[in-house]
């Protein structure tokens, strides 16, 4: 990846990017953050990494 040029090369980079992402990376995206919601609820908003791994 180039370094930073630009605020319109960097704005078209990051639709580019944007463009790239599939339903498939959605739904994974959305089961993750249901399952951290989850366990950050069941351990009362302590730590809760070490329960989803």
């Known amino acids: 990846m180039k370094p930073f040029q630009d605020t319109d090369t960097s704005k078209n980079r990051i639709r580019s990017v944007c463009r790239e992402i599939t339903s ?5 995206l959305r ?23």
């Open 24 to 28: 498939e990376i959605l739904t994974r």
């Open 31 to 53: 089961h993750s953050f249901v399952t951290r919601i989850q366990a950050c609820s069941q351990n009362d908003g302590r730590h809760f990494e070490h329960l989803i791994h």
